[in-house]
């Protein structure tokens, strides 16, 4: 069980927004941690697409939007393009164990 | 451009060990953390540990104490990571990633600790 938690699943048609949330606690974004958000394509190495809850990598498209407050935090994605289909993974930082670097469960997005 | 590349695939037995590494270029090497993140088939994403290529000093995920060792080699800006006592569990895909930037934090928020870029993972199979 991840310390982070993610639904295991998300869908949305072209065109329509679609958020992602990843409930954490407060040993890690109750503690001010930040949190990040991957993309992983299907056999391909994941692929940072927001960092520090909000800000966009360069290249990253800016549909692509992230907040975080208290012990929750979200990816939202508007304008859904095929392309954004691919599992999702928030990561922050994890008090209870010493330097402990942790992810949520996943998340399969699927752009119908 | 930043990359990190890592060696190729391996084939190992219940028991045995594997050691993989990682070279990174485009950046100073030793000024970046160096974590490692596997990946279960069809599963989710896993950390196991961090190292300072400065230094040396090292620290792994309460899972894999006692048979994971992280280490590098400065003159060649190469990372590595050997996992001991492999069992059928441990068939995955070992990634490195660099740590983009070391959290800190000030008036009760923190900030960095984002892995930027990965490698393009190693898989290790473990069959008997």
């Known amino acids: 069980q991840s310390v982070l938690t993610q639904p295991p699943s998300v869908s949305g048609a072209p065109g329509q927004r679609v958020a992602i949330s990843c409930t954490g606690s407060?040993?890690?974004?109750?503690?001010?941690?930040?949190v990040h958000w991957y993309q992983q394509i299907p056999g391909t190495a994941p692929k940072l697409v927001l960092y520090?809850?909000?800000h966009r990598p360069s290249g990253v498209p800016a549909r692509f939007s992230g907040s975080k407050s208290g012990t929750s935090a979200s990816l939202v994605i508007t304008g859904l393009q095929a392309e954004d289909e691919a599992d999702y993974y928030c990561?922050?930082?994890?008090?209870?164990?010493?330097?402990?670097?942790?992810f949520g469960g996943g998340t399969k997005l699927t752009v119908l | 451009q930043v990359q990190l590349v890592q060696s190729g695939a391996e084939v190992k037995k219940p028991g045995a060990s594997v050691k993989v590494s990682c070279q990174a270029s485009?950046?100073?090497?030793?000024?970046?953390?160096i974590n490692w993140v596997r990946q279960t088939p069809g599963q989710g994403l896993e950390w196991m540990g961090w190292?300072?290529?400065?230094?040396?000093?090292?620290g792994y995920a309460q899972k894999f104490k006692g048979r994971v060792t992280m280490t590098r080699q400065t003159s060649t800006n190469t990372a590595f990571m050997e996992l001991s006592g492999l069992r059928s569990e441990d068939t995955a895909v070992y990634y490195c990633?660099?740590?983009?930037?070391?959290?800190?934090?000030?008036?009760?928020?923190?900030?960095?600790?984002?892995?930027?870029?990965w490698g393009q993972g190693s898989l290790v199979t473990v069959l008997s």
């Open positions: 990633v660099k740590e983009a930037a070391s959290i800190s934090c000030s008036g009760g928020r923190c900030s960095g600790g984002w892995f930027d870029p």
């Open positions: 485009g950046y100073i090497f030793t000024s970046h953390d």
């Open positions: 190292m300072n290529p400065k230094s040396g000093n090292t």
């Open positions: 407060s040993s890690n974004f109750g503690a001010g941690y930040a």
């Open positions: 520090d809850n909000t």
């Open positions: 990561q922050s930082y994890d008090t209870r164990l010493s330097g402990s670097r942790v």
